[in-house]
């Protein structure tokens, strides 16, 4: 089905003709239709599957087809990369049908911010610490409010951000349209949506919690010391034309991208540390090819739109399976294929039986010299139904190793 079969505005529609774009997503295909008649909207699709689009095309076209006030748009988002993002897509479509976005977040000028609300923009795409800063403050109010959208609704509860999303709900008008699109739908965002919502339809788009199938996983057992010497043999060696390196925490980070460039590597590290302009930089310079590498934290595990991400590595494992899921997204974006390997040592394998709990199925080990051997009490489904329950005590740990 292509975007011509939608009521979208023919704007709308040009932009997406210079832009090459004709044909929707499944989450696009599925939304489209239901948040143009203005009804309320669950979207729950895997990341990198187009979700942005899904609310922005029919947003833009049922705000052109009326009087364009001041803040009749809010986007909340959980990161800043994920609001500039957002506000990018938003401003390039909505700039044909004279509709302007402004992205408000924290780590920059408030004042500066400020004056731009006082001057007013139809859309406004937040996240909702820096918002309510400015609602409290009286810079911005939301009268004419009619969508309302959040997006990565999963991620904005895991970094605490349900205090304040209440407290904003509060301020908003009661009868208006309101979206949710999310990678996953946890028992709060199920709960937050009864508060919020009215009789909202749900559209889900392949497996919940799972990564996209075009998604190569591997993992490495490897002991915490011999991590950085496995990481630069597998950069040598490996295919690898753009990687995003994740790690837990800020200094780690720093220090790996140090290394990396003292071997010669083009790399650049993202975490919340750095200033706005800092990250923006680094973000740039990714995206145009003047690093190779992105070492990061988990601020850019959501929000980190740059096609061709043909590696993710995992160089610590994520604390929760859902994080994982967002981590590996970074790769096989826009129905391309990507790799995404994953460095486990035998103190970690608390998170990486999550990790599997959540996919399934074991992820395939690779087989290396310093392999070790990791705990894991998963077993899959299919091996339990195999199973004659003599061999093996349920529950039993076993150790996994791939020879």
Same mark, same amino acid.
């Given at each position: 089905?292509?975007?011509?079969?939608?009521?979208?505005?023919?704007?709308?529609?040009?932009?997406?003709?210079?832009?090459?774009?004709?044909? @929707?997503?499944?989450?696009?295909?599925? %939304?489209?239709?239901?948040?143009?008649?203005?009804?309320?909207?669950?979207?729950?699709?895997?990341?990198?599957?187009?979700?942005?689009?899904?609310?922005?095309?029919?947003?833009?076209?049922?705000?052109?087809?009326?009087?364009?006030?001041?803040?009749?748009?809010?986007?909340? !988002?959980?990161?800043?990369?994920?609001?500039?993002? !957002?506000?990018?897509?938003?401003?390039?479509?909505?700039?044909?049908?004279?509709?302007?976005?402004?992205?408000?977040? +924290?780590?920059?000028?408030?004042?500066?911010?400020?004056?731009?609300?006082?001057?007013?923009? %139809?859309?406004?795409?937040?996240?909702?610490?820096?918002?309510?800063?400015?609602?409290?403050? #009286?810079?911005?109010?939301?009268?004419?409010?009619?969508?309302?959208?959040?997006?990565? %609704?999963?991620?904005?509860?895991?970094?605490?951000?349900?205090?304040?999303?209440?407290?904003?709900?509060?301020?908003?008008?009661?009868?208006?349209?309101?979206?949710?699109? =999310?990678?996953?739908?946890? /028992?709060?965002?199920?709960?937050?949506?009864? *508060?919020?919502?009215?009789?909202?339809?749900?559209?889900?788009?392949?497996?919940?919690?799972?990564?996209?199938?075009?998604?190569?996983?591997?993992?490495?057992?490897?002991?915490?010391?011999?991590? $950085?010497?496995?990481?630069? /043999?597998?950069?040598?060696?490996?295919?690898?034309?753009?990687?995003?390196?994740?790690?837990?925490?800020?200094?780690?980070?720093?220090?790996?991208? *140090?290394?990396?460039?003292?071997? =010669?590597?083009?790399?650049?590290?993202?975490?919340?540390?750095?200033?706005?302009?800092?990250?923006?930089?680094?973000?740039?310079?990714?995206?145009? +090819?003047?690093?190779?590498?992105?070492?990061?934290?988990?601020?850019?595990?959501? +929000?980190? /739109? !740059?096609? #061709?991400?043909?590696?993710?590595?995992?160089?610590?494992?994520?604390?929760?399976?859902? /994080?994982?899921?967002?981590?590996?997204?970074?790769?096989?974006?826009?129905?391309?294929?990507?790799?995404?390997?994953?460095?486990? $040592?035998?103190?970690?394998?608390?998170?990486?039986?999550?990790?599997?709990?959540?996919?399934?199925?074991?992820?395939?080990?690779?087989?290396?010299?310093?392999?070790? @051997?990791?705990? =894991?009490?998963?077993?899959?489904?299919?091996?339990?139904?195999? $199973?004659? +329950?003599?061999?093996?005590?349920? #529950?039993?740990?076993?150790?996994?190793?791939?020879?």
């Amino acid at each position: 089905m292509p975007f011509s079969a939608f009521e979208l505005d023919p704007r709308c529609m040009r932009v997406l003709h210079e832009a090459g774009i004709t044909t @929707p997503t499944p989450i696009q295909a599925q %939304a489209i239709p239901i948040a143009l008649t203005g009804r309320d909207l669950i979207g729950v699709a895997q990341t990198g599957t187009g979700k942005t689009l899904a609310f922005a095309l029919p947003s833009l076209t049922r705000l052109a087809a009326g009087r364009i006030e001041r803040n009749v748009m809010l986007v909340m !988002v959980p990161t800043r990369e994920l609001a500039v993002q !957002v506000h990018k897509v938003i401003e390039e479509a909505g700039k044909a049908l004279q509709i302007r976005s402004i992205a408000v977040y +924290g780590g920059v000028s408030l004042e500066k911010q400020a004056q731009d609300l006082r001057r007013g923009r %139809a859309v406004v795409v937040a996240t909702p610490g820096r918002l309510l800063d400015h609602m409290s403050r #009286g810079n911005v109010a939301f009268p004419h409010l009619s969508i309302l959208v959040l997006d990565e %609704a999963d991620r904005m509860l895991d970094m605490g951000f349900l205090p304040d999303i209440r407290k904003i709900l509060r301020k908003l008008p009661k009868e208006r349209q309101t979206m949710m699109f =999310s990678a996953t739908f946890p /028992d709060e965002i199920s709960r937050l949506t009864q *508060e919020m919502m009215h009789d909202p339809e749900r559209v889900s788009v392949g497996a919940i919690s799972r990564p996209v199938d075009a998604v190569r996983q591997l993992l490495y057992t490897v002991m915490p010391e011999d991590k $950085s010497n496995l990481l630069l /043999d597998i950069l040598r060696a490996k295919e690898i034309t753009s990687a995003v390196i994740f790690l837990r925490t800020k200094q780690r980070t720093e220090r790996l991208s *140090e290394m990396l460039r003292k071997h =010669s590597f083009k790399a650049t590290a993202i975490h919340g540390d750095r200033s706005q302009r800092q990250r923006e930089q680094a973000l740039d310079g990714f995206r145009k +090819g003047k690093y190779r590498i992105l070492v990061a934290t988990d601020v850019a595990a959501r +929000g980190l /739109d !740059v096609d #061709g991400i043909s590696h993710v590595i995992n160089y610590d494992v994520p604390p929760t399976a859902d /994080d994982y899921i967002h981590r590996i997204g970074r790769t096989a974006r826009a129905q391309a294929e990507g790799d995404a390997i994953t460095f486990v $040592s035998p103190a970690e394998h608390l998170p990486l039986e999550a990790i599997e709990r959540a996919l399934g199925r074991r992820l395939p080990r690779a087989e290396w010299e310093k392999a070790v @051997p990791v705990l =894991s009490l998963y077993t899959p489904p299919e091996e339990k139904k195999a $199973s004659t +329950g003599g061999t093996r005590r349920r #529950g039993a740990p076993r150790l996994l190793r791939r020879r």
